[in-house]
C-alpha cells in the first residue's frame, strides 16, 4: 500500500499526509511539481520530526511515477464520483491518488487510473480536505488488507 500525491499545493496538507505515512508505515510519492519547496516550515510545521521517519519520494512527473511501479494499481480519490471507497476492495498493492487541493486531478491523469472512489459526503458540500481525505481512505485500505501497524502506542 502506498500514497501519491500529484502537484501537491499546500504545504501544511502534505506535512500532514508525510506524518500519517510515517505513523501508519506506508510510503508516500510526491508526483512534481510541487506547489512548495521541501524546507517550507509549513511543511516542517505539520510533519514535526516524521518527515525523517517517512518513506518518501519525489517523481519529476506523473510518467515517472508510473513506471517506478509498473505493476500496481494506482487508485484515485476524487471529489465527485459513483463508487464510495468503502464498497471499493482494495488490495495490499494499491497506490491511492491524491490531486491538487484546488482542482483535483486533472481529466489527463484520470485517464490512467481505471479505479476512482469517492467518499460520501452531505448534500452541498464540495470536498474534504486533501490531507483528511487521504487519511480516511488510507485508513479503510489498510483496514481492508489488515495491514494496520501491530505496534503499541506508547
Known amino acids: 500500500m502506498r500514497l501519491a500525491f500529484y502537484h501537491p499545493e499546500i504545504p501544511h496538507n502534505t506535512g500532514a499526509l508525510l506524518r500519517v ?3 501508519l508505515g506506508v510510503p508516500f510519492d510526491l508526483i512534481g511539481p510541487l506547489g512548495f519547496v ?3 516550515r509549513r511543511l ?3 510533519s514535526m520530526d516524521y518527515q525523517d521517519k517517512a518513506q518518501f519520494l519525489i ?3 506523473f ?3 508510473l513506471r517506478s511501479y509498473p505493476n ?3 487508485v484515485a480519490l476524487i471529489a465527485k464520483g459513483n463508487v464510495p471507497f468503502t464498497s471499493f476492495s482494495f488490495v495490499p498493492s494499491d497506490i491511492l491518488l491524491l490531486g491538487p487541493e484546488s482542482t483535483g486531478l486533472p481529466m489527463d491523469i484520470l485517464q490512467h487510473t481505471p479505479h476512482h472512489v469517492t467518499i460520501p459526503m452531505q448534500r452541498n458540500t464540495r470536498s474534504l480536505n486533501a490531507a483528511i481525505a487521504g487519511s480516511i481512505v488510507l485508513a479503510e485500505a489498510l483496514r481492508q488488507c489488515s495491514m494496520f501497524p501491530t ?3 506508547e
Open 151 to 153: 505496534g503499541v502506542v
Open 63 to 65: 510518467e515517472m511515477f
Open 44 to 46: 516542517q510545521r505539520a
Open 21 to 23: 505515512a510515517a505513523c
Open 59 to 61: 517523481h519529476a512527473s
Open 38 to 40: 521541501l524546507s517550507d
Open 72 to 74: 500496481a494499481r494506482v
